[in-house]
């Protein structure tokens, strides 16, 4: 049959351009990086070719074998990786290597350039996170050549793709009677090296020997001057091919553990730790789970695809089996292979299996169990954790009821009594620092730091040397929304309801006091009129003169402006101004007798204290021309 080249030639996109450019400076101090890249997307074509034929046997082609095959040529100066996995049709070609047409693209150019650092070891360990792994082939090569046939479809479907690397590349259809794909590296004039067997070897044994798909080689490579060579081209297995999880931990190695989490996790950089478990009894699995040290760049991102692989008696069946792990745990990378599921299980099946159920159950509990001990025994890598993936873990009590109680011990907070805005303190030593007579956690929430640690509500907090948690992240309102208590002991915001801070507050003479300045608090409700709900006598208060605090089952300023921000509606809630009777200023209103006077008073202290908690006004020239009218008339 004659076959259509159709050949093309086309320009790069400049992103892409720029991903060439950065990988092939990047990684030029670890060159040998290329073929664990190419090898590994080998691995992964084998494995969704033996999905995919589950249902549909004849995509073997009568070649159910499946292998991935490394060769080189000293005359043509070239190395090939080759697999006769799923391949790519001409359209999957385009798509995935001559555009790379995902939204990955621009977020690692972002990555990078937000980095300020040119250097070569920031810029390798955010490469792996994007699936560009293809363009290490070109860190040794001057020329790549990439010839692929989807399985299923005619020889005549071949597609030939290849490029310098350098701004173009050619597209042309061949004919390629074998599926899957093969790539060749014409290797550039000092890359030698990788034209010798021993060291193309040494490299597979180092990263890749945990694939369970067989490498292959020439065994005349290996022989020796003094060997008779084999008359006939004879490959042998290179890799051991055990599935590495299903190995005995004392026999795994950290650095096994390593690269296999590299391998799977498509990553430059090592796990922070990982938990190996084999489960006998009912329901028999096996799971390998990693904590990454470094968050995926689309770890926020609502269509993001999270979740582990799973494996049924070591037959990959999906690669983001998301029913495994729940959603604030989407960060976890690893493996779990059942004994025990259909081999055609589906995403749907998944949902309703009791033994999926099992297998989230105790995989949770490992993570969590793993993450205690870190951190209890290296806060610093934990506090690393916590860098990267604090914001999610803090979805857990709301997503995660069970283990709700586990999850709060993991959390870190800034605090009153922490230095600067890291947070690195956990609940169990706030408990350890609490006053005596304090009966509960307060905390409050801003949409920023200093908004947080100079709010007028902690002025009371500080001055009896009470700790409160300093919360500024979005989802931190989320958080305390649904935990409300740890070991026993509430949480309390410290701009809600009415300020309780039980016997170390004489509440008494406040009800005095309130009951003496009655004509005082009448007249700014008045001067204010419906936009607050009540005006009262604060406790919080020391310095300020005043401050608004929200109904004790009201919403929050601060959630109310987290969910206008995000487009959602906010019940229109009126907040509550407290007065601080002894600063002077409130004195001096007391004393006003001008009402107009006094009216400006009462609005300009609504203003600051709705400045000072972070709000916004509705007419700040307003605000503006009563401050400035007062101003005058202190001139006067």
């Known amino acids: 049959m004659t076959v259509d080249a159709h050949k093309e030639t086309l320009e790069f996109q400049a992103e892409v351009s720029q991903v060439l450019n950065l990988v092939i400076r990047s990684l030029y101090s670890n060159k040998e990086i290329f073929l664990r890249e190419l090898i590994s997307n080998a691995s992964d074509a084998a494995e969704k070719l033996r999905f995919e034929a589950l249902t549909d046997d004849a995509l073997y082609e009568e070649d159910p074998n499946l292998r991935i095959r490394v060769s080189m040529d000293k005359e043509r100066r070239t190395v090939t990786i080759e697999d006769n996995g799923i391949g790519m049709s001409r359209q999957e070609v385009t798509e995935t290597i001559g555009t790379i047409a995902s939204s990955g693209t621009k977020k690692f150019l972002e990555a990078l350039g937000g980095k300020g650092d040119d250097s070569g070891a920031s810029q390798s360990q955010l490469i792996g996170q994007f699936g560009v792994g293809f363009y290490s082939a070109f860190i040794v090569a001057d020329k790549v050549t990439l010839e692929t046939r989807r399985a299923g479809l005619g020889a005549e479907h071949g597609v030939r793709w290849e490029s310098t690397g350098e701004g173009a590349y050619s597209i042309e259809t061949?004919?390629?009677?074998?599926?899957?794909?093969?790539?060749?590296?014409?290797?550039?004039?000092?890359?030698?090296?990788?034209?010798?067997g021993y060291r193309l070897r040494s490299i597979i044994s180092k990263f890749s020997d945990h694939i369970s798909i067989p490498i292959e080689m020439l065994k005349e490579h290996f022989a020796t001057d003094e060997e008779e060579k084999a008359p006939e081209p004879e490959w042998e297995q290179v890799n051991k091919g055990t599935a590495l999880w299903m190995r005995n931990k004392a026999d795994v190695t950290q650095e096994e553990y390593n690269e296999f989490y590299k391998h799977i996790a498509h990553d430059f950089e090592e796990p922070l730790d990982q938990v190996h478990n084999r489960v006998e009894g009912k329901n028999e699995y096996t799971s390998l789970l990693y904590i990454p040290g470094r968050a995926p760049f689309d770890l926020w991102e609502r269509d993001q695809k999270h979740g582990v692989k799973l494996y049924v008696r070591r037959v990959f069946i999906m690669d983001e089996a998301e029913k495994l792990m729940p959603h604030y745990l989407r960060f976890v990378k690893g493996v779990v292979d059942s004994d025990d599921l259909p081999l055609n299980v589906s995403r749907e099946l998944l949902q309703h299996d009791k033994k999926i159920d099992s297998i989230r159950t105790a995989s949770t509990k490992r993570v969590l169990g793993l993450l205690e001990k870190m951190a209890r025994d290296d806060a610093e890598?934990?506090?690393?954790?916590?860098?990267?993936?604090?914001?999610?873990?803090?979805?857990?009590?709301?997503?995660?009821?069970?283990?709700?109680?586990?999850?709060?011990?993991?959390?870190?907070?800034?605090?009153?009594?922490?230095?600067?805005?890291?947070?690195?303190?956990?609940?169990?030593?706030?408990?350890?620092?609490?006053?005596?007579?304090?009966?509960?956690?307060?905390?409050?929430?801003?949409?920023?730091?200093?908004?947080?640690?100079?709010?007028p509500h902690l002025e009371v907090f500080n001055t009896k040397g009470v700790e409160v948690l300093l919360l500024t992240d979005r989802v931190d309102e989320w958080l305390v929304s649904h935990l409300n208590e740890y070991k026993g002991k509430p949480l309390q915001s410290v701009a809600k309801g009415q300020l309780d801070l039980g016997d170390m507050e004489d509440k008494e003479a406040l009800e005095k006091e309130a009951e003496e300045h009655k004509g005082l608090l009448d007249r700014v409700k008045a001067a204010l009129g419906d936009d607050v709900k009540e005006v009262r006598v604060s406790s919080r208060l020391t310095e300020s003169p005043a401050c608004l605090v929200a109904d004790e089952h009201d919403m929050g300023a601060n959630l109310q402006r987290v969910l206008k921000q995000l487009g959602q509606d906010a019940p229109q809630t009126k907040p509550i101004l407290e007065l601080n009777l002894k600063h002077p200023l409130v004195e001096k209103m007391d004393r006003e007798p001008d009402e107009e006077r006094f009216a400006d008073l009462s609005r300009v202290l609504l203003d600051q204290a709705t400045l000072a908690e972070g709000g916004q006004l509705e007419d700040p020239a307003a605000f503006v021309h009563r401050l400035n009218k007062l101003m005058l008339s202190l001139s006067a």
């Open 174 to 196: 061949i004919e390629k009677p074998g599926r899957g794909t093969s790539i060749t590296l014409h290797l550039n004039e000092e890359e030698g090296e990788f034209l010798e």
């Open 381 to 455: 890598k934990y506090q690393k954790f916590w860098k990267e993936f604090g914001r999610v873990m803090k979805e857990g009590p709301a997503e995660d009821f069970a283990n709700k109680e586990k999850i709060a011990g993991l959390l870190r907070f800034a605090t009153t009594k922490s230095e600067g805005k890291e947070e690195t303190v956990s609940l169990d030593q706030y408990l350890e620092r609490l006053q005596e007579k304090q009966e509960k956690i307060y905390y409050i929430t801003a949409d920023s730091y200093a908004a947080a640690r100079h709010s």
